[in-house]
């Protein structure tokens, strides 16, 4: 992940589920000379930062040895006008994993109100070449390593 878009861990259950915090400000870079007058956040950066927190949870549960590469979305549904000055509940759940791959569902709240979905994601696995990395990585997001 070159850019990451959440930011922080609060809950995972490796294999299982995970719960993460987006605060989004007007300092966005992705905002800056943007909408300058109605600033609105990009559905699909919103759909990157589900997919890149879910992607943790088969991650510590194959104990950092491992990337995820997505493969697909289905079932995808956006916020028509997400403003700046939010903090959004980013949560994922994996219905399954493997060594090969992973797939799961991940949904964004603003206060328990489900504001975007993807039904379904599947990611493929391939080796990460250094996983103690990955486990410092994730530590400083706030994940238990």
């Keep these: 992940m070159r850019f990451l878009l959440f930011d922080r861990v609060v809950e ?10 987006k605060s989004v400000t007007l300092t966005e870079p992705y905002l800056d000379g943007h909408f300058t007058h109605a600033p609105l956040v990009p559905g699909p950066l919103l759909v990157e930062a589900m997919i890149q927190l879910l992607a943790w949870t088969a991650i510590t549960k194959h104990d950092f ?3 995820c ?14 403003r700046p000055g939010y903090a959004i509940d980013l949560h994922g759940q994996l219905m399954g994993t ?18 975007a979905r993807v039904g379904r994601v599947i990611y ?9 990395m990955l486990r410092k990585r994730f530590a400083y997001f706030g994940g238990p390593a």
């Design 98 to 115: 493997n060594p090969k791959g992973s797939i799961g569902r991940a949904w964004a709240e603003i206060d328990g109100e489900e504001i």
């Design 65 to 67: 040895q491992l990337s």
């Design 12 to 21: 995972v259950v490796p294999g299982k589920r995970i719960h993460g915090v």
């Design 69 to 82: 590469v997505l493969s697909v979305l289905e079932d995808v549904t956006l916020p028509p006008k997400l």
């Design 124 to 132: 493929g696995h391939v080796p990460h070449p250094d996983p103690e």
